[in-house]
């Protein structure tokens, strides 16, 4: 045999040796010592039952203990509710609470606590004791200890069985959620065509009141200015819109025992608003606290903090921002005429409307024909008297400096008496009312000589 053919053939025999050793290794390695048990498959199902088996759950919380007990609403709708709390519950986050009691997994079995302290895994005085009770009278008590060290999971025990398992910390959250969670602190959204009645009351201002007309069937403001028509952007864009934008952060006072720590014995700012649905919201405004504002609602005990930004919105709004500072829009297909009486006989007018039909008109102004054109746009400068300035109510005493008189095709009338009440404004009284409007004379000077123009 040559050497080339010794040197393979002994290399063969090598490799063929150095596999049945690795073989031998291998299946040594893995025998089971008579002693250990074979590693089986753990189903990671902890609890699985449905929702409507469980009738009660029971939480102790260091000694704090709580029930909470299913309710059928008038609607045929399951929830749950806190034993003894009369509190506005969010049954979404209840429900959330207790759905371990019927919907639990294990993502891992970790020992058998035998020679363990359990210690180690916070189940020696556990954070919470879950025990839920079932319609065949059996029950499972559920122990939820402390959390892993890579914050994914947290160590737990069910009824008497020795394993500590893992459970998601998700899972184990939902049980740890504290009644001021669960406290409803929704708000609807404010929505202007939805509005029946909407209230400012600031300290040391004047309060804001808008409410409904329900012949008219439009919002307009009570106080104050009454029956002012509201301007729609200033309330619904400048005013409701942004308030939608914020909601109630969290609980910081369940239940105060003196509400003056908030600055809310004596609010800033008071907020109402009612809808046609039938929800009301009263918030009360108090100091900033916890980077936010101190809120509670009035029918309610509980304090929230809420974005401070929601008291910015409120806080200082001018009220003649929320109306319509035309002094007396009238619709000139409604009007039959308009008689400006006044104390310098050359600026006395009267304008005849003199409706043709539904769409032609056949005007005059002081008996002078007028093209209906030249006569819409002088109408306009008549109309087009607005707010400048409010001053406190009074009545005017003297004579007007002119009276502007619309009269309707319906024979009601409008009149408007202007006072003089300093060399830049006159105030303005409506049928007779008190006056609070002010107007300036450079737009009575405006109007004065597009009338005496237009004919």
């Known amino acids: 045999m040559s050497r080339k053919t010794k040197r393979i053939v002994g290399l063969s025999a090598l490799l063929v040796l150095v596999a049945l050793m690795a073989g031998l290794y291998v299946w040594h390695d893995n025998q089971v010592p008579e002693d250990v048990p074979p590693v089986s498959f753990r189903d990671p199902t902890l609890i699985r039952r449905s929702e409507a088996d469980v009738v009660q759950v029971v939480f102790d919380r260091g000694g704090q ?13 399951r929830i749950w509710t806190w034993d003894s709390v009369d509190y506005l519950i969010d049954h979404t986050f209840t429900r959330e609470m207790i759905v371990p009691a019927w919907n639990l997994f294990s993502d891992n079995a970790v020992e058998i606590t035998a020679g363990l302290d359990l210690a180690e895994f916070g189940l020696d005085s556990p954070q919470v004791i879950m025990t839920a009770t079932y319609t065949d009278g059996t029950a499972h008590t559920l122990r939820i200890g402390g959390l892993t060290a890579d914050m994914q999971n947290y160590f737990v025990m069910l009824d008497d069985d020795p394993t500590i398992h893992l459970i998601s910390t998700l899972a184990a959250a939902r049980t740890m959620m504290s009644l001021e969670d669960m406290i409803y602190r929704e708000l609807p959204p404010f929505v202007l065509s939805e509005a029946i009645y909407v209230g400012i009351n600031q300290a040391s201002r004047p309060e804001i009141v808008l409410a409904m007309d329900f012949d008219r069937a439009t919002l307009e403001m009570q106080a104050p200015f009454p029956g002012r028509d509201i301007n729609p952007f200033g309330v619904g864009e400048s005013l409701l819109e942004p308030l939608s934008d914020f909601w109630l952060r969290h609980v910081i006072d369940i239940h105060p025992t003196d509400l003056s720590i908030y600055g809310l014995h004596e609010p800033v700012l008071e907020f109402i608003y009612m809808s046609v649905y039938g929800e009301v919201v009263h918030l009360l405004f108090g100091d900033l606290v916890e980077g936010g504002v101190a809120v509670k609602f009035a029918d309610r005990p509980h304090v929230f903090v809420a974005d401070a930004g929601m008291l910015d919105v409120l806080m200082d709004i001018a009220p003649l921002s929320l109306v319509l500072r035309i002094i007396a829009l009238e619709n000139i297909l409604e009007i039959e005429r308009v008689d400006i009486v006044s104390n310098t006989p050359e600026f006395n007018f009267e304008l005849l409307v003199n409706h043709v039909d539904e769409d032609t ?21 008549v109309i087009a008297l607005s707010i400048d300035a409010v001053t406190a109510s009074h009545s005017p005493q003297g004579t007007p400096e002119f009276t502007i008189t619309y009269t309707r095709m319906d024979g009601t009338q409008n009149m408007l008496e202007f006072f003089r009440y300093d060399a830049n404004f006159l105030t303005v009284s409506e049928n007779g009312g008190e006056a609070w409007i002010l107007i300036g004379w450079r737009d009575v000077d405006v109007m004065f000589r597009q009338l005496g123009m237009s004919h």
């Open 65 to 77: 203990v709580h029930t909470m007990r299913p309710e059928l609403t008038e609607d045929g709708r």
């Open 361 to 381: 008109i056949s005007p005059t102004i002081n008996g002078v024909d007028i093209a209906p054109g030249d006569f819409r746009s002088t109408y306009r400068f």
